[in-house]
């Protein structure tokens, strides 16, 4: 799942000056789930809009922003979409990025695209991947240090963490602390003795 946050309304409305008539696009997947992005969440973005004097000529909740296959699908879901001067989406950014090659109009992105995350039951586990093209997670236990770590330490921790808490984000746990605990439950803290070479960037 991708992690997406709600920009500021007022940076959403400055991106935007000029601009009368605009159609805003959602995310029924990642976005919904985050609400960011979902049809509540679009509803409240076209009544502000409305406030705050911007003309909205409608607004579509695609299954995923990032699947639209062309613009004559959102044509034809909502033909008011071609009075819009600009379209504003409501997901992350490859959702932005679908819906800008297909529209022949300017594209605003409302979300900053934060990390790719996932869910566990209620929880929801921001940066649990850096989408690195090189992936040996089973090597930590299902923990990937480069997205976990702040520090992207591949050979155990800096030292300085506290009580089991990043000293960058006293807030976070420790990545090598979850890579511990997990070797540990499926025994094989043995693979904490491995050492792994830089991260080639070139590939």
């Not at 946050?5 to 605009?22: H, M, Q, R, T």
């Not at 509803?43 to 922003?65: D, F, N, Q, R, S």
């Not at 932005?96 to 297909?102: A, G, K, N, Y």
């Amino acid at each position: 799942m991708i992690i997406s946050s709600s920009k500021p309304f007022d940076e959403v409305l400055a991106s935007l000056e000029g601009i009368d008539n605009i159609f805003v696009v959602g995310c029924n997947v990642c976005a919904a789930r985050l609400h960011v992005g979902g049809e509540p969440e679009v509803l409240a973005m076209c009544e502000k809009l409305k406030e705050a004097g911007k003309h909205v000529v409608g607004w579509v909740l695609p299954t995923a922003a990032c699947s639209i296959q062309s613009y004559a699908m959102l044509v034809e879901k909502k033909p008011d979409i071609r009075e819009a001067d600009a379209i504003l989406v409501m997901a992350c950014g490859s959702g932005t990025s679908v819906v800008s090659r297909l529209a022949g109009v300017p594209v605003y992105p409302s979300n900053n695209t934060d990390s790719l995350g996932g869910r566990s039951g209620e929880q929801v586990l921001p940066q649990l991947c850096e989408m690195c093209g090189a992936c040996n997670v089973q090597e930590f236990g299902g923990v990937c240090p480069k997205a976990s770590c702040p520090k992207g330490l591949l050979n155990g921790p800096c030292g300085g963490s506290m009580s089991g808490k990043c000293e960058v984000d006293s807030e976070k746990d420790c990545a090598w602390e979850l890579i511990y605990k997990q070797l540990e439950k499926t025994d094989r803290l043995e693979l904490l003795e491995k050492v792994f070479e830089p991260r080639k960037y070139s590939r």
